[in-house]
């Protein structure tokens, strides 16, 4: 992924309509009007947030006869996640080094080194794969 378009999904993802309309769309294709209707906003300000959208690469239109359905394209937000991912990884290994830290300082033994994302730091951090998503 080019940082233009890491730059263009984020973007576009730092909106909550713009949200809010992505996850409307993983549930299936959705026209205008149908995107439209939980938002208090004006057809032509849906638009827009739609064209945000479809610039990222985020959604497509379609057309079927007088009906254009928009629909997800989740390419961007796997690539998204990816970037993401590697802080998450920093982030877990950094607090695994911090848990052996206080216990080094709390005159406990350390404990035997686990290989990554094992279960047991996991459980001390209160994360687990349901919170991975």
């Known amino acids: ?64 006869a007088q009906w254009r359905p928009c629909r997800l394209q989740a390419a961007p937000l796997k690539e998204a996640s990816d970037w993401i991912e590697q802080y998450r990884r920093f982030w877990e290994e950094s607090f695994d080094r911090l848990d052996d830290y206080l216990l080094e300082l709390q005159g406990k033994t350390k404990p035997e080194k686990q290989p990554p994302h094992s279960t047991t730091k996991e459980k001390r951090h209160g994360r687990n794969d349901k919170n991975r998503t």
């Open 1 to 64: 992924m080019t940082s233009e378009q890491l730059n263009a999904t984020f973007a576009a993802l730092a909106d909550p309509t713009r949200r809010a309309i992505l996850a409307r769309l993983a549930s299936g294709e959705a026209s205008v009007q149908e995107l439209a209707q939980p938002f208090d906003m004006s057809l032509p300000a849906i638009s827009k947030h739609l064209k945000v959208l479809e610039r990222a690469g985020l959604i497509a239109r379609g057309r079927d």
